[in-house]
């Protein structure tokens, strides 16, 4: 049997990753809290941390356990709160990218504070840490861009956009309704820095077409990379859900791919209370191709 007081024991731990930190947090002795981790390693019958240089880190099991010691947590709180309060409206937590946040789910997001009472958490995260804090339940939802379904999550269409090259409207290239890649031939580019995945499709797709182009500036987030564009520093590629600036336009690149979002979740997960909610308004409020 897994006891309630080693699970609780794990979340603190997985979130400090740190004997001392999580035993302080948790007022017990380090000997005592070793002797719960461990016990509970023993329940399940897998490793549930390692070792890597002078770092602790949870292996898959452990973030497994990880989810489930949540999902328990939440499941008996709402228990508590319906059988006490009758409305059962716990926290929900979302996790997704600044630019999601900023361009595509506020509608969402502004429904379900509207209608609902639950509070709401919103995770800034990029792809990785999204599908990291759904999978060990730190959030119930995410929203991240994906091309396939990442594997033991359930994955909702949300949105699929365009990518559009952003301009000053008194570029020559403004004249044009649609860009494609030769027209970029020479041009300075606001972009991503080097290993972001945007960067690298936008660099590929160069390159396979033959056009020369240099980087004007690295910035990381739409909004860095529209703002370094409004001030004539060079032109950006970004998602066409963006909100242009003023005095600036955009201009769809049909050579690049249409960027698509999706809801993400555990299996099980988020079809009750609050998350259920969330979920709806997410799907409801998603944008129409």
Known sequence: MLSSEQLASFICFAEHLNFT??????????????????????????????????????????????AFARDARERTAQLLDTLQAGDGQRRVTLAAGEGAYLYLLGPAIRSF??????????????KIGT???????????????VDAPP?????????CVEQVLVLPARHALARKRRIRLEDLAGE???VAPEGHIHRTV???????????????????GWELMLHFASLGVGLAIVNGCCRIPR????????????????LLSRPGAARTGAAAALRLALLDKRPHP
């Open 202 to 220: 936008i660099a590929q797709a160069l390159r396979s077409a033959g056009v020369p182009w240099s980087v004007a500036v690295e910035a990381s």
């Open 21 to 66: 930190h999580a035993a302080q947090a948790l007022h017990l002795s380090q000997p005592a809290l070793h002797v719960q981790i461990a016990r509970l390693g023993e329940a399940t019958g897998a490793p549930l941390y390692r070792r890597v240089g002078r770092r602790l880190e949870l292996t898959a099991a452990g973030e497994e356990v990880l």
């Open 113 to 126: 504070a509207r209608n609902r009472r639950a509070p709401l958490t919103l995770l800034v995260r990029d």
């Open 188 to 190: 300075r580019l606001i």
């Open 151 to 159: 594997e033991g999550l359930v994955s909702e269409p949300l949105a």
């Open 131 to 145: 599908m990291a804090a759904v999978r060990t339940g730190e959030a119930q939802l995410g929203v991240a861009v």
């Open 247 to 262: 005095g600036l336009i955009s201009r769809p690149l049909a050579a690049l791919p249409r960027i698509h979002y999706h």
